[in-house]
């Protein structure tokens, strides 16, 4: 998404040496490998492959960021041409500078926050392209000292032919990035375009006829009629939640125990008469 904005010529005019300050280097280059050079590779001991496949990924890895970052430059100038900005610069800006005399100078601050942004991209590509022209300093010191160690005589020292091993497994490696990145973004095409139908379904227009209208307006009053009935009348209410009991109502609840047995007393046998006779 873009937004026109009108550029101020005396801002922007003290402003233009910005956007050209610096220049995107040439994009880097791989090295190509003959036949021969592959079989070599795969006949390598593996401690030579241990020391090349890590330094591959990762210059692979920077070979995808160069690009990513080419296609933001390549939007930026098209919005430097076309007067615009992209929406992530004007809501940067969104708080500030709203009066109406002040759309000008805003439109210019707009416009060298855009030129800046295309300058910091461009120089983290530089940046890059630097960094993978000068790949073989990450990798050569650790294949010489081991070329050293080992003191195989029928290994080649030269140092192009390293390079070029190095670059085979690098493009390995870039086709499999670029097959998974061409995958994720035609699975986000997918989800866009399923996205947009449905907002466009949504949002079609519907035409009913009076009588429908009429038949949902009724009913629409009746569920408004028994939902202030129930609100009005709470016993009803509490007949419908019979989980929720009145305080008024409710009564204390007594424990009950059982009746405990009375031990029988035991008989007290009668006293013995006295059955002496009187004299």
Same mark, same amino acid.
């Given at each position: ?20 300050? !610096? ?42 960021? $160069?690009?990513?970052? $080419?296609?933001? $430059?390549?939007?930026?100038? !098209? ?23 002040? !759309? ?85 095409? #997918? ?45 009803? #209410?509490? !007949? ?14 007594? #424990? ?20 002496? #006779?009187?004299?």
């Amino acid at each position: 998404m873009s937004t026109q904005i009108n550029i101020d010529s005396t801002i922007e005019s003290s402003s233009s040496t910005v956007s050209t300050t !610096a220049e995107l280097m040439t994009y880097p280059t791989i090295l190509k490998s003959t036949s021969a050079q592959t079989e070599m590779y795969k006949n390598l001991p593996i401690v030579f492959k241990q020391i090349l496949t890590p330094n591959a990924i990762k210059f692979a890895t920077t070979i995808c960021k $160069i690009d990513h970052l $080419i296609t933001q $430059i390549k939007e930026l100038e !098209a919005h430097i041409t076309a007067s615009t900005a992209p929406d992530f610069i004007i809501k940067q800006f969104k708080n500030i500078l709203n009066q109406e005399h002040e !759309a000008l100078l805003k439109s210019s601050f707009i416009r060298m926050k855009l030129n800046h942004h295309h300058q910091l991209k461009v120089t983290q590509t530089n940046s890059l392209i630097f960094q993978f022209k000068h790949r073989e300093t990450a990798f050569l010191p650790a294949i010489n000292e081991t070329l050293t160690t080992i003191a195989i005589s029928d290994i080649n020292h030269d140092h192009m032919l390293w390079s070029s091993f190095h670059d085979y497994l690098l493009s390995l490696k870039l086709i499999e990035f670029r097959r998974k990145q061409a995958s994720d973004n035609e699975i986000k095409i #997918k989800k866009k375009l399923l996205f947009d139908i449905k907002s466009t379904t949504e949002s079609i227009p519907v035409v009913i006829t009076q009588k429908e209208l009429k038949t949902l307006n009724n009913k629409l009053k009746n569920l408004e009629l028994q939902q202030t009935h129930t609100r009005n009348n709470p016993k009803k #209410k509490q !007949a419908n939640n019979p989980t929720t009991t009145s305080k008024s109502n409710s009564k204390p609840t007594t #424990k009950v125990f059982p009746k405990r047995k009375q031990k029988k007393s035991q008989s007290v046998p009668p006293k013995p008469r006295n059955t002496r #006779k009187r004299t």
